[in-house]
């Protein structure tokens, strides 16, 4: 007897693929967080990482939704909606306020404000 929840294979290998290439992004996020030396250049491979990481993840589930059609999918593309917003902004916030640390603390490597 075959299951009526199976997915047919080529959805198993889109799902598995979109995953693979997720967590693949997150990790060298990761990596990159771990690995660059400077607080500006830090900021860039998470945000990076987290956006397009999580949407690999946020696209295998919303396939995988589709074809088990046991739930919708709308926390799945409110959850992209958020981490397509906030990411962005969160990077923007910390860097300008590392900038002002950095003005204040008279860092010679930052070029000074004109306003």
Do not use: C
């Not at 949407?55 to 409110?78: D, K, N, V, Y």
């Amino acid at each position: 007897m075959s299951d009526p929840t199976a997915l047919p294979l080529w959805a198993a290998i889109l799902i598995s693929a979109f995953l693979l290439i997720g967590s693949g992004l997150t990790l060298l996020g990761a990596i990159g967080l771990l690995k660059f030396g400077s607080f500006y250049r830090r900021l860039h491979a998470p945000t990076l990482g987290t956006t397009f990481g999580a949407g690999g993840i946020l696209i295998a589930s919303i396939i995988f939704s589709l074809f088990s059609q046991t739930r919708p999918f709308l926390h799945e593309l409110l959850i992209s909606v958020f981490v397509t917003v906030t990411t962005p902004v969160t990077l923007m916030l910390l860097s300008r306020a590392a900038l002002f640390r950095d003005r204040t603390e008279k860092n010679e490597d930052v070029p000074p404000f004109r306003g």
